[in-house]
């Protein structure tokens, strides 16, 4: 399964496009879906699976819906990051897009 089939926001899609990846683990092909749904999922599978990723796609895309949901109810403006994307299996290196 590719993560653009996920129907993620572009700029999570293009921070994870950026970090090399086109194709989702088989462990992220599993639980994506169901925690994009809104599911509690638990996950036991070795390192480098990609576990991490399947929370943090997760809690970037609440994140930026219920920011979304601020912005048109606010005048204030929220964080000036839309999205971040963060990986411990890339030398810990951290990814932010920007607005």
Do not use: H
Request: proline share 5%; net charge positive.
């Amino acid at each position: 399964m590719k993560f653009e089939s996920l129907n993620l926001d572009p700029k999570i899609l293009s921070a994870i496009t950026e970090m090399g990846y086109e194709k989702c683990t088989p462990v992220q092909e599993q639980a994506l879906p169901e925690s994009l749904a809104g599911n509690d999922v638990a996950v036991q599978a070795q390192t480098g699976t990609g576990k991490t990723a399947v929370f943090l796609v997760t809690a970037l895309r609440r994140w930026n819906s219920r920011r979304s949901s601020f912005a048109k109810t606010s005048t204030t403006a929220p964080s000036p990051y839309s999205a971040a994307w963060g990986t411990t299996s890339r030398k810990g290196r951290f990814q932010a897009a920007r607005r």
